[in-house]
């Protein structure tokens, strides 16, 4: 992949971040004008989106050399991730629970 066309993904990537950034804001400053759940979905669809474009963009995922290696990576980073999100949620409600 030249220069260039890196220049060109990170200028793509860097313009589709700040649109998925500026569609969630507008979508919380039009809150009295949209309905909570359409909002919720709003926020959630550009979230996802925005990781896609981040690790397509910025990451390279796509590079078929070593796809095996980023995947397994990425996966297991989103396992732990998940596991100290919803470990501490976890421990946090029942100590909640035993001291009340």
Do not use: P, R
């Not at 969630?24 to 709003?42: G, T």
């Amino acid at each position: 992949m030249t220069i260039l066309c890196k220049k060109k993904l990170y200028i793509i990537g860097s313009l589709l971040s700040c649109f998925f950034t500026l569609v969630s804001f507008l979508a919380i400053i039009k809150k009295n004008y949209i309905d909570k759940n359409f909002i919720f979905l709003i926020i959630i669809s550009s979230a996802i989106l925005q990781s896609i474009v981040q690790l397509i963009c910025f990451l390279h995922i796509y590079n078929t050399e070593k796809i095996n290696w980023k995947l397994i990576s990425l996966l297991f980073t989103i396992l732990i991730v998940f596991i100290l999100v919803f470990g501490s949620y976890w421990i946090m409600s029942h100590l909640h629970e035993n001291f009340m």
